[in-house]
């Protein structure tokens, strides 16, 4: 995309499990689609084991040999780099302790998690890539609740990780999702206020906070000092009755399996009754002159290459802006 | 500053699938579909569509006609509906090329037809130029013949409506062969008859598509450029109701241009298309790109891929 904005493109929706998005040129297909769409850099997601073949970093290095060759890998189909990489602590991953459950809210947990970063941190900046983008804490569901001192906690850890990014010459961005025990908007600007402005930025994206009850918007414009990374997508959904306190909500709530069952939470931008004041956000972007990065995402919705197509096309012909 | 006119524009020829909420569907399904089939195509860069003649029922229906049809697919961005492609049900009793006592049938079918359309500009009709294989074996000169005479009648008909009738060479129908392509395309008027080169029909049949093309580039006034891992045996070319479905040896015949083990050089073909001094229209296409577990949404983009990456990077 020809912007002022920085554009790049999520291949999460891709790897939706462990073993169907593994041969490399699936792979190519993929990037091919999301370079035809006008994206030239993409986002990774975390993963774990030998099938994780673009998701964990010693598993990249390995199909790859360096750095330098997976990024030559990319721009065999014309994606010239990585904007980003997603890490979430607390999905347990073979490589550490043996798919450990760790938490940020709980303090015993906090070396080994800021060990596990170390990986990641590496990755990030070895094949130049500006952010590594990070779920803060567990699911609402599987924590107890967190007051000010549990949110300080919370916020030590990523000071922590902090530290070593901003050695590492990166940028570290904690996550909200609409399924965090970090979920009101008190919370939320709490452990924003719990970590440190130099080392950690604010990772928004715009149908998780929509989803949990948060204007992305005018949350945008109170914290854009803070905003160090974006994810744009679309809902057409709020969880207006709490569903993310269900037992199991990654499953109950987003799957569908109780609740309202809803089975699809998010969609492509410029969908149908969807929430999301996608216009009135980007031009916030504009009037702030963001610098970072702003990755769409299909997440969860569809069939993936139809999603960055109408994705596409909706920057394009809505927003204006050129491929 | 406005960017240099190119020489190349893209089409899509419009098969498509995608699965909804009722099933498997195709972009006619729903205005919905067809909004997000024409997203999805001006998305990646294709400049306008192809269509087939059956679908101009759906526009009246559904659209209010052709020039309302082609109105939506411009409020997408896309520049028009390019060519046409009149998909006809040979019968050997009363429609048939080679059968001239079947002839006023078919000119009375597109004087109709040509009607229909004319509220639009199209560039091509285009059409299969014999009936199957099996209905008009033994091909003969005399066969080959009439249905030249058949086509110079029919060219003259769609020229008078400002549209050039061009014959796409399916590989399953009678006129498939070296031999006979050429020799059909010897009896035929160059003012009123075509050829339309679809790359991997062609090679299925056994024919080189480049070394077609140059030969006949004089009178070629369009292409679909699609890719295929395999040319036909046997009795490939015999199977009723059309071979690229019931091919005994050949599940999916057709993949999108750049695919692994394509036997299409368009490479050489786009170098082809330069040096002939072609300008126009390129069609893309990969029918039935859903079989054994493809996706048209992703076989679009990545053709649209190789021609941005790769062909555009030979002449644009």
Same mark, same amino acid.
């Given at each position: ?70 990024? %030559? ?8 780099? $990585? #904007?980003? =990489? ?16 760790? #938490?940020?809210?709980?303090?015993? !947990?906090? +070396? ?11 990755? &990030?900046?070895? $094949? ?18 967190? /007051? ?66 948060? !204007? ?17 997508? !679309? ?15 990654? #499953? ?36 702030? /002159? ?34 | =500053? ?15 699938? #995608? ?24 998305? $990646? ?7 087939? /003649? ?17 109105? =939506? ?17 040979? %019968? ?13 049938? &078919? ?15 199209? /560039? ?10 099996? %209905? ?71 024919? !080189? ?21 395999? &040319?036909?045996?046997? +009795? ?9 479905? =019931? ?36 069609? $893309?296409?990969? %029918? ?29």
């Amino acid at each position: 995309m020809r912007d002022t904005l920085r554009w790049a493109y999520a291949l999460n929706q891709w790897n939706v499990r462990l073993d169907v998005f593994v041969r490399h040129e699936d792979q190519q297909r993929a990037l091919k689609t999301v370079s035809a769409c006008g994206f030239d850099t993409i986002e990774l997601a975390s993963g774990t084991g030998r099938w994780d073949n673009i998701s964990r970093p010693e598993v990249i290095l390995t199909n790859h040999g360096s750095h330098a060759g997976f990024l %030559d890998f990319l721009r065999r189909a014309r994606v010239q780099g $990585v #904007s980003s =990489m997603f890490w979430d602590p607390q999905a347990p991953a073979e490589e550490e302790e043996g798919y450990a459950f760790r #938490s940020t809210a709980d303090p015993d !947990d906090a +070396d080994a998690i800021v060990e596990w970063s170390r990986p990641f941190v590496d990755f &990030v900046a070895g $094949v130049g890539a500006e952010q590594l983008v990070v779920r803060p804490v567990g699911s609402a569901w599987m924590t107890p609740p967190l /007051d000010a001192d549990g949110i300080k906690r919370v916020g030590d850890v990523w000071n922590r990780v902090g530290e070593l990014t901003s050695a590492a010459g990166i940028g570290l961005a904690v996550h909200y999702d609409c399924l965090g025990a970090v979920h009101t908007e008190a919370e939320l600007t709490g452990l924003l206020d719990a970590t440190d402005p130099a080392r950690v930025g604010f990772a928004l994206d715009t149908a998780e906070l929509t989803v949990g009850g948060i !204007d992305p918007v005018a949350f945008y414009r109170a914290h854009a000092d803070r905003v160090a990374h974006v994810h744009l997508k !679309d809902t057409r959904h709020a969880d207006t009755g709490e569903e993310y306190r269900m037992p199991g909500a990654e #499953s109950t709530m987003l799957k569908g399996g109780a609740g309202r069952r809803i089975e699809r939470w998010f969609f492509e931008l410029g969908t149908e009754g969807g929430l999301v004041d996608v216009p009135g956000f980007v031009a916030a972007l504009r009037e702030h /002159d963001y610098p970072g990065w702003v990755v769409v995402e299909s997440d969860h919705g569809g069939n993936p290459a139809e999603l960055a197509m109408l994705n596409s096309w909706y920057l394009q012909h809505e927003l204006g802006i050129a491929k | =500053m406005t960017a240099p006119e190119r020489a190349i524009k893209w089409s899509y020829m419009d098969h498509w699938r #995608s699965n909804g909420p009722s099933g498997p569907v195709d972009q006619w399904h729903s205005r919905k579909t067809m909004s997000a089939f024409l997203k999805q195509v001006k998305a $990646v860069g294709f400049d306008a569509i192809d269509t087939f /003649d059956f679908r101009i029922w759906q526009m009246y229906g559904d659209y209010g006609g052709p020039a309302k049809y082609q109105e =939506m697919v411009q409020d997408h961005g896309l520049e028009r509906i390019v060519n046409t492609f009149h998909a006809a049900d040979y %019968d050997v009793r009363n429609y048939a090329p080679h059968v001239p006592e079947t002839h006023e049938a &078919v000119f009375e079918d597109f004087r109709v037809t040509m009607g229909r359309w004319s509220e639009i500009r199209l /560039d091509n009709i285009i059409v299969m130029p014999a009936t199957l294989f099996y %209905d008009m074996e033994p091909i003969t000169e005399d066969k080959l013949k009439y249905s030249a005479e058949c086509w110079n009648k029919v060219g003259e008909i769609t020229a008078g409506f400002g549209v050039k009738l061009t014959c796409h060479h399916e590989f399953f129908c009678g006129i498939q062969s070296e031999p006979d392509i050429e020799t059909f395309y010897s009896y035929t008027d160059p003012r009123y008859v075509n050829l339309f080169v679809d790359t991997a029909q062609h090679c299925i049949a056994g024919l !080189d598509p480049v070394a077609l093309y140059d030969r006949h580039a004089h009178r070629v006034s369009g292409f679909h450029f699609k890719d295929t891992r395999h &040319v036909a045996t046997g +009795d490939d070319h015999r199977h009723r109701p059309d071979s690229e479905i =019931m091919a005994p040896t050949t599940g999916k015949w057709f993949y999108e241009m750049g695919t692994d083990q394509g036997l299409v050089d368009f490479e050489a073909m786009m170098r082809a298309v330069r040096d002939n001094g072609y300008r126009g229209w390129i069609s $893309v296409e990969h %029918d039935k790109a859903n079989k054994e577990g493809g996706d048209y949404s992703e076989s679009t983009a990545i053709s649209r891929w190789y021609a941005k990456n790769v062909l555009e990077e030979i002449y644009r």
